[in-house]
Every structure is written in C-alpha cells, then in structure tokens.
C-alpha cells in the first residue's frame, strides 16, 4: 500500500482508478481506462478470466502485469457469479460464518464438558442431521 501512495504523490495531474483486485494504477486516457476497466468488471464477473485478460495484451504496466499474474493464480477460484445469482446460490460467506460462530458456541455452553477428540463425530452428526441424512 505504501508504494501506491508513493507513486500518487509522484504523479498527482493523473487520475486513479481501481482494478477488482484493489490495485490502482493510472493512464493518461482516463475515459478508455473506465470503459476497459467497466468491460473487464463485467467479463470477471462471469467468471471469463481470459477475456478478462485480453482487455489488457496492449497495456504495459507493472500492475496490469500483476493483476494478470494475479487472475492467473486464483483463476480456480474465479467463479461465474451471473451463473450462481439466477440459480439462487448464495455467494457470500456470511451464512457459512454464522454457522461455525453458533457451533462454536454451543459447543463453550457453560457447563458442558467436551471431550476434544470426540467434537469431530458430534459436528459429522449435526452435518448428518441438518442435511437430512440422519437415520433414526
């Protein structure tokens, strides 16, 4: 962070835009960079990381280079959220992380006594029961 405030301070007449990954950089040809930072934006957000790179073969920047490697590296990661969003399919984190902060919880009630090694059999079993796979 503190070499893009740097490079701010070197260069203040130009105008900063931000890449998806919070990485500025800067071009003289501000309208062109919106418009290519815009299509870019739109083709990682269905998940087409090689059209996203080909917004930049003619650009020759450190980091453009660095967002490429970047795309590059977590290009299993990049998913095709359209695809989830008309699905249905949640995208966030936030029901994940409740669940383990009310497992975590409940499994510090006051009183209770856990054996360590048997906490994993107890969490397969409330998986089993909450995914309906429980046999009585």
């Not at 070197?10 to 003289?28: I, M």
């Not at 299509?39 to 930049?56: P, S």
């Not at 006051?110 to 409330?126: F, I």
Request: with cysteine; hydrophobic share 35%.
């Amino acid at each position: 962070m503190e070499r893009a405030w740097n490079e701010r301070d070197k260069h203040p007449q130009r105008r900063r835009h931000r890449v998806p990954n919070g990485e500025n950089f800067q071009s003289p040809n501000v309208g062109e960079s919106r418009q290519r930072l815009t299509a870019v934006e739109t083709v990682l957000w269905r998940g087409a990381i090689d059209l996203a790179i080909e917004q930049f073969k003619e650009w020759q920047h450190e980091r453009i280079e660095t967002f490429i490697a970047y795309l590059n590296h977590h290009r299993q990661r990049i998913v095709n959220y359209d695809y989830f969003k008309a699905e249905g399919i949640s995208i966030g984190s936030g029901a994940i992380e409740s669940t383990v902060k009310q497992i975590g919880g409940r499994i510090k009630l006051s009183g209770a006594q856990w054996n360590a090694e048997k906490v994993p059999q107890v969490l397969l079993h409330r998986c089993a029961y909450l995914n309906g796979q429980f046999s009585n």
